[in-house]
């Protein structure tokens, strides 16, 4: 199967910056896309950002272009997601995720694998 790790959350101030990281192990050649989501306290898990493994493609919920970026570095099987001008209500539980299917990327039911997770608090 596929196991994935987050690395990279811890506090910062508002208008910091941090950069996540998820590393994925195990059948990783099924992976068709990756993907980030957010659940803060009393909210929803939320879209954040995805990838198609195979073409790069990348997408973003629509509050957050221009303030969080994606990337991937195949050789290492790892994405990255980029966070800057953090805000306070950027507070959440950022998870990474793992689609085998083709069909869609910006609902987490869709996602296979997760990752454990990794906590993001901004302070003002």
């Known amino acids: 199967q596929v196991q994935l790790v987050e690395s990279g959350g811890g506090l910062v101030q508002a208008g910091g910056s941090l950069r996540l990281s998820c590393a994925a192990s195990?059948?990783?050649?099924?992976?068709?896309?990756m993907g980030w989501f957010r659940q803060a306290p009393g909210k929803d898990r939320e879209f954040v950002s995805a990838i198609t493994w195979s073409g790069g493609n990348t997408y973003y919920a629509d509050s957050l272009k221009g303030r969080f970026t994606l990337s991937r570095d195949n050789a290492k099987n790892t994405v990255y997601l980029l966070m800057s001008s953090l805000k306070p209500e950027d507070t959440a539980v950022y998870y990474c995720?793992?689609?085998?299917?083709?069909?869609?990327?910006?609902?987490?039911?869709?996602?296979?694998?997760w990752g454990q997770g990794t906590q993001v608090t901004v302070s003002p």
């Open positions: 995720a793992a689609k085998v299917g083709s069909s869609g990327w910006d609902q987490y039911r869709l996602y296979n694998y």
């Open positions: 195990g059948r990783t050649f099924s992976i068709y896309a």
